[in-house]
């Protein structure tokens, strides 16, 4: 005969009591794992752009759109959070269901699938994704849940591609090839590659906050001249002289910001390139390294760096815009054609015109941005260009940081002081009206 036990009420409070305590034990342990997930997402895809090769403006655009995906997620989590489709030009409202979800890891499914349709790389970022989901899924979320989050996340993913589509950058390989201007004082290649112009129909890229390119326009340039007792002369002397006499530190501080992508090197009939950081990932690890000190929410986190990566993306289409209006001459150039054709800048000149420095606009705009996140004082251990083989190097601030970013242009021999200055004031004012504009998202 089948015997039957019945369990009295302690006994079944206590299995109830033990299963809650193991659903809290995952809960816990999967919100642990996803703290500091975005910036790592952030990390692998710098290493993906990298590898892949893009442009420093074309890696603010990669920045934005996977970013500004994993907030709208978090901000659709939390009713103290407002979509960013109140603020950025042309983005609507994301769909929402009344379906439960493990909300961080939507966030991140969001933000690989808007990365993996970004760039070249995307059996990476699709591995990273799977190893991703992996560990979520070894944690013990539910499997509905995992489910729902999974689908959501991609929804949310495709909605900001769409949006991305239509912001003219595929659009801008149609556009007339960029002709070189004649004429005394204008941008021609430069040593040692003579590469084309990168990306002078930039400015056509669709803004997301600034209200135009000329929003927050430079000053003009000082008017170009070969006289020796001239402006324009003496200023290009200070960028011969800053290389000339160059310490170990200004060294050090050259090097740190160079933030090329990719930098030829040449050997007998060899070339090799090395290929490194943007300066918008450079400021996004920044972003990162203040979150991690922070200790900060995921909230806060995903609100940060879709922040700090929307700050970047208008102000590299503001400063490309006085690029290729100005087409200035850089020293390299000058220098080589007026005043000793053997001179050489310490660092490589990029492919583009001179005026204003991009390096100084965007790190000034950033630090703006998180000056007024995280206060004028804040101290970082910066570390970001230790994969590349630099030591780091720590500041008092933000601010300290981009003004060491933006004079390391005259050191490196890239930029005359106007390019510095003019565009530390560009950044300064753009970076504050953004961070006025986006304020009110929390």
């Not at 630099?390 to 390391?408: H, K």
């Amino acid at each position: 005969m089948k015997k039957t036990y019945l369990l009295g009420p302690f006994f079944l409070l206590l299995i109830l009591h033990s299963q809650c305590q193991q659903e809290q034990f995952n809960k816990a342990a999967l919100d642990k794992f996803s703290q500091d997930q975005q910036i790592k997402w952030n990390k692998d895809l710098t290493k993906v752009m990298v590898t892949d090769i893009f442009t420093p403006p074309v890696c603010s655009r990669i920045y934005a759109y996977p970013n500004i995906a994993a907030y709208e997620v978090m901000a659709i989590a939390n009713p103290k959070y407002k979509s960013l489709a109140t603020k950025l030009r042309d983005l609507t409202a994301p769909p929402t269901t009344e379906e439960e979800y493990y909300w961080p890891m939507a966030s991140i499914v969001a933000f690989a699938v808007v990365a993996e349709e970004l760039v070249y790389g995307k059996e990476i970022i699709d591995s990273v994704k799977n190893e991703y989901l992996n560990e979520v899924q070894n944690l013990g979320i539910p499997q509905k849940l995992y489910q729902q989050s999974l689908e959501y996340g991609e929804a949310i993913g495709q909605h900001i591609i769409q949006w991305a589509e239509s912001d003219g950058y595929l659009q801008r390989t149609a556009k007339p090839q960029y002709s070189i201007l004649e004429g005394p004082g204008k941008w021609k290649p430069t040593p040692p590659d003579y590469m084309p112009a990168i990306e002078p129909h930039w400015n056509t890229i669709r803004l997301m906050v600034l209200d135009s390119t000329r929003h927050f326009p430079s000053l003009p340039h000082t008017a170009f001249d070969t006289k020796e007792q001239s402006l324009f002369y003496k200023e290009t002397i200070a960028v011969y002289e800053a290389v000339k006499n160059l310490d170990e530190e200004k060294t050090n501080i050259a090097k740190f910001w160079d933030c090329n992508p990719n930098v030829s090197n040449t050997k007998g009939h060899l070339m090799f390139f090395d290929q490194k950081i943007s300066p918008g990932g450079h400021w996004m690890s920044i972003a990162g390294i203040a979150l991690n000190k922070n200790k900060a929410s995921i909230e806060e986190t995903a609100k940060v760096l879709a922040m700090t990566s929307v700050t970047l993306f208008d102000a590299f289409i503001a400063c490309w815009e006085e690029k290729y209006s100005s087409s200035l001459i850089r020293p390299e150039t000058y220098i080589n054609e007026y005043i000793d054709p053997d001179w050489k800048p310490l660092l490589q000149t990029p492919a583009f015109p001179e005026y204003t420095s991009g390096h100084s606009v965007i790190s000034t705009a950033a630090a703006e941005l998180l000056t007024d996140i995280f206060g004028d004082h804040f101290s970082f251990h910066d570390d970001t260009e230790v994969p590349y083989g630099l030591p780091a190097r720590d500041f008092t601030s933000f601010r300290a940081a981009a003004s060491e970013a933006a004079i390391s242009r005259l050191y490196g021999g890239i930029h005359y002081m106007p390019a510095i200055e003019n565009g530390v004031e560009q950044g300064r004012r753009l970076g504050n009206y953004i961070t006025k504009e986006l304020k009110d998202i929390q």
